[in-house]
């Protein structure tokens, strides 16, 4: 009886889909997606395998017919999906994607360096990275190009443990502040501020690698090996969970310069198709950030489903979540996504403290054009 029930709710959608607009499209599929995990679930425990793969087949048969029009994107990540990619997630999962004609797929690179570095080889269309990597990308091909940020406040973050007192980062003088790795992400903000406060690395100031979030960085905090942290803010999320009281000690300069960004190039966007889908991608995903910011708890549920290890642990969920919406939501005055040119030179700023390009380097063909204003137009426009 289930499985007469379920394939005749299914043929009740058998409709003209020529009628149908592209959002009714997108919000079906999403819909389907939805119905046809729930619908799984129960017939496991009602029906046995053999009715399963007879309602699989058909939805298989429905979820292509609505998937046949939409062009697949693939999007490379610094990191696995995740609450860092809530507005991705709330895209996909609400059909926002799928309402702009596209279906986006994501692969996890290793790191938001080998990011860079495929852009510029031109192995790769759309990846999200660092805003530094973005400027050292742009430093090596003039046609790279951001569209917009998924987080709009700098990824990365310097801490100190609320009990040694350390509220700036003059006050780590003859202290020790530990991070990731020598290279790692945060290493560029860890040189400006140290340099920005006055100090000297092995004079006035210690640093030391002590790894990402883990057992090692748990216990040099917890041993009083390092008194301050630097890291990106999943690291600094689960050592807070972990029973680490911060005080974020980050210099006001560098915490609004942009997280991670969306780039490509122009080669990409001076073709119509490399256009089309540019639009498309970043109307989705700009759309997926308002959701979020309106729709906190519901995203997070999104979430949730979608990638249940990022749920795993309640109390590290919730830091995670919070501290990806406090990156995620701008200041005041500054739409979710948007491009601002000050933050950029904030960022050619920092890379200009360790030398890796000239402080008078022009950073604002990277966010800018004619190009890039027609995909920004196009996201905001309802907006």
């Known amino acids: 009886m289930l499985l007469r029930f379920c394939l005749s709710e299914y043929r009740k959608g058998d409709v003209d889909e020529e009628a149908k607009t592209k959002h009714q499209r997108g919000r079906e599929l999403a819909a389907i997606k939805s119905t046809r995990e729930k619908t799984m679930k129960q017939l496991f425990k009602t029906t046995g395998m053999a009715a399963i793969g007879a309602v699989a087949l058909q939805m298989g048969t429905m979820n292509a017919a609505f998937a046949q029009d939409l062009t697949p994107l693939e999007v490379l990540l610094p990191i696995p ?7 991705l997630i709330v895209a996909r999962e609400l059909g926002y994607f799928a309402d702009e004609g596209i279906s986006v797929s994501t692969v996890v690179a290793d790191g938001s360096g080998y990011l860079s570095q495929q852009i510029v080889a031109g192995n790769s269309e759309f990846a999200l990275m660092g805003a530094t990597d973005a400027v050292v990308a742009f430093n090596r091909r003039d046609d790279i190009r951001v569209l917009f940020c998924n987080q709009v406040k700098n990824v990365y973050r310097i801490v100190a443990r609320a009990d040694t007192g350390i509220t700036s980062m003059a006050g780590l003088e003859g202290k020790v502040l530990g991070y990731t790795e020598a290279g790692g992400g945060e290493s560029q903000l860890v040189s400006a501020a140290i340099a920005e406060a006055g100090l000297v690395v092995n004079q006035t100031i210690t640093v030391l690698p002590i790894g990402p979030a883990g057992p090692q960085s748990l216990v040099a905090l917890q041993q009083d090996t390092v008194q301050a942290y630097s890291s990106s803010f999943p690291d600094v999320a689960v050592l807070a969970a972990s029973g680490i009281e911060w005080v974020d000690i980050t210099p006001e300069t560098y915490s609004n310069v942009p997280g991670a960004c969306m780039v490509t190039t122009e080669e990409v966007l001076s073709t119509e198709e490399g256009m089309s889908v540019a639009k498309a991608l970043t109307t989705a995903w700009v759309e997926g950030q308002y959701y979020a910011i309106e729709n906190s708890q519901a995203a997070f549920d999104l979430v949730c489903d979608a990638v249940e290890v990022a749920c795993e642990s309640p109390v590290v969920a919730a830091a995670f979540y919070a501290e990806a919406m406090n ?6 005055g500054q739409r979710p996504g ?46």
């Open 81 to 87: 999906e995740g609450f860092a990619f809530t507005p």
């Open 327 to 332: 990156l995620i939501t701008p200041p005041e």
């Open 338 to 383: 948007e491009l601002k040119l000050s933050s950029w030179q904030t960022v050619v700023d920092i890379l200009a403290s360790s030398e890796t390009v000239s402080a008078d380097f022009d950073v604002a063909p990277l966010i800018s054009g004619d190009n890039v204003q027609a995909v920004i137009d196009a996201a905001y426009a309802d907006r």
